[in-house]
């Protein structure tokens, strides 16, 4: 149930910004995955690739860079760090 919250965030906040951007689609995605994200980058990618199913960012490029830091005061957070789009 988390990690469903955690992507429909997430897939909510691309849209978001490739609306903004009057994108045609997103062409990739660059995340942050907290320490204690409890996210491997396997595990986020099947969950991204499920969730963005039928939305304009199905199918973009994700990039995704994994904190060993168990003492940053984001590490259990996902954080959305940029979204390239097609205009």
Known sequence: MHESHLMENLIRQIGEIAEAEHARRVTGVSV????LSHFSVEHFTE???????????????????????T????????MLESVEVEV
């Open 32 to 35: 942050w995955l907290g320490a």
């Open 47 to 69: 969950h991204f690739e499920r969730a963005s199913t039928g939305t304009i960012a199905e199918g973009a490029r994700l990039d995704v860079t994994v904190s060993d830091d």
């Open 71 to 78: 003492k940053d005061a984001d590490a259990q957070d996902v």
